[in-house]
């Protein structure tokens, strides 16, 4: 009984991040889903086996291991882009019932062109990226998750921040 | 930017990042503002990636699908009915409950009866008999001045004046 409750929030507090984080790493919904559901189910079957205040860590390791082991599946999956995403078509094509289309389409194509330059960062750069920037997480947390020294985060860190400002100079100038 | 980042030191580069993100120390910050108020480019690089840096804050999070929540939730509700009504769950608690109850009965009547040694009985005897003894001189000490002085002097004598009386007034009479 209480571990069904420890589970629901978990699954409450940890789902949109274990999704948000499957899908800047594996580029696409429907495998992302896939990841999500996965890393869901075996929380559930590993409830009682890790201290609660480590779940975080937990979940985002298992997110992250479920992910490269797709990518590693299918490098295929790689060369797909978020803009082709559903989502995002729709939210450009639904510009017009807003009260400034013109201003609503270009912050829509800016979020889409940003999320599409952190998702083409390699996957060490970006797994401490979204972790940190997008995610929230802090530099010994992600230490955890991923298994590397705080320092090596850091370093990580400020390479995604260049790397990133390069890749977004023309936007971070005409803005 | 390239060709101005080439004149800028690399360490002061990553302050400046870190400034723009706004995680840097208080005197990093400091340092920062003051060179760039002093060095257009350094001011120009740190706008530039503060842009950066504000639309990456507010990419808001990626909502997880309800389908997904969904079929997880079917999943668990499955595993949480079979947990609770597994026979072999039930009758383990069943069993135990029953042993423990067994267990703290038999406990209760196995209670140890106390030792006495033949002097401590003897002793116990005879405290019983001088006990008793008191007991019995009192019961005598009673009756003696029950009938011997309660009787006769306190009821007998009473009645005796009252059926003088009584006699009296009636003979007379």
Redesign the interface.
């Known amino acids: 009984m209480l571990e ?1 409750i420890s ?1 629901k929030v978990l ?1 409450d507090r940890y ?6 984080y499957a ?1 800047y790493m594996v580029k696409n919904r429907m495998d ?2 896939d990841v ?2 996965e890393v ?2 075996r929380l ?1 079957n590993n409830m009682g086996k890790f201290r609660l205040p480590a779940a975080g860590s937990w979940i985002m390791r298992t997110t992250h291991n479920l992910c490269i082991d797709y990518l590693r599946r299918n490098q295929v999956m790689q060369q797909r882009s978020i803009f082709i995403d559903e989502e995002s078509e729709e939210r450009i094509i639904d510009t017009d019932k807003g009260n400034r289309p013109e201003i609503k389409t270009q912050q829509n194509i ?2 889409d062109r ?2 599409a330059a ?1 998702q083409k960062l390699p996957e060490n750069l970006k797994s401490v990226f979204v972790l940190y ?3 929230g997480f802090k530099y010994r947390e992600i230490s955890t998750t991923l298994e590397i020294p705080i320092n090596s985060v850091k370093v990580y860190l ?1 390479r995604a ?2 790397k ?2 390069e890749d ?2 023309e ?3 005409q ?1 | 930017m390239q060709h101005k980042r080439e004149n800028i030191d690399e360490r002061i580069l990553e302050k400046i990042i870190s400034v723009a993100y706004n995680d840097a120390g208080l005197l990093d910050k400091i340092k920062i503002h003051l060179l760039a108020r002093k060095n257009p480019d350094v001011k120009k690089i740190l706008e530039e990636y503060k842009r950066t840096a504000i639309k990456i804050k507010n990419i808001p999070l990626d909502e997880c699908p309800d389908s997904v929540i969904e079929s997880l939730r079917i999943q668990t509700r499955n595993e949480n009915k079979s947990l609770f009504l597994k026979p072999a769950y039930i009758f383990a608690i069943i069993t135990f409950i029953i042993s423990t109850i067994i267990v703290v009965t038999l406990n209760q009547n196995n209670e140890e009866k106390p030792h006495y040694t033949k002097a401590e009985i003897e002793l116990a005897e005879k405290q019983v008999k001088e006990s008793l003894a008191i007991v019995n001189n009192v019961f005598k000490r009673t009756e003696t001045l029950i009938q011997e002085e309660i009787f006769p002097k306190r009821i007998g004598k009473p009645i005796h004046k009252s059926l003088s009386i009584i006699n009296e007034v009636l003979i007379g009479g």
Request: net charge positive; charged share 25%; proline share 0%.
């Open positions: 069904a589970y699954v789902k949109n991040k274990i999704f948000s899908l992302a889903e999500a559901q869901l189910i559930w800016t979020l940003i999320k952190v920037e997008i995610e400020l921040r260049k990133l400002q977004l100079k936007y971070a100038t803005a």
